[in-house]
Nanobody, 128 residues
Framework: VQLVESGGDSVQPGGSQRTSCIAPGFNISAYAMAWFRQGPRQEREEREGIAGLDVDGRTVYADSVKGRFTISKDTAKSTLYLQMNRMKVRDTGIYYC?????????????????????WGQGTQVTVS
């Protein structure tokens, strides 16, 4: 399974950007999907979950992005999206998509990196 992020770019504070994660031949509707972010002064293993989308359509967001970011998917295109609005300098980082089993009633799984089996290589987003 291959996940490939794209759409990372530079944007001014207050601007908008959309990142994509394509998974060719992968049935993303059967998996929980999530976006993680690695800040400029973090190691890759310190990346944190910011948005999740479960098999049943439920979504969850980190407080830092709630109300500004929206996670969605296009199953026909096997693509996951992250729409980012009213961006802030602190949104700068490498954005990774991930896929794993359904979260279901186990809320701890949402942003637990160990829950996700598949990861992309990341795309850089810079807000300045």
């Amino acid at each position: 399974v291959q996940l490939v992020e794209s759409g990372g770019d530079s944007v001014q504070p207050g601007g908008s950007q959309r990142t994509s994660c394509i998974a060719p031949g992968f049935n993303i509707s059967a998996y929980a999907m999530a976006w993680f972010r690695q800040g400029p002064r973090q190691e890759r293993e310190e990346r944190e979950g910011i948005a999740g989308l479960d098999v049943d359509g439920r979504t969850v967001y980190a407080d830092s992005v709630k109300g500004r970011f929206t996670i969605s998917k296009d199953t026909a295109k096997s693509t996951l999206y992250l729409q980012m609005n009213r961006m802030k300098v602190r949104d700068t980082g490498i954005y990774y998509c991930a896929a794993g089993g359904s979260v279901g009633p186990h809320s701890y799984r949402w942003f637990w990196k160990g829950h996700y089996d598949y990861w992309g290589q990341g795309t850089q987003v810079t807000v300045s």
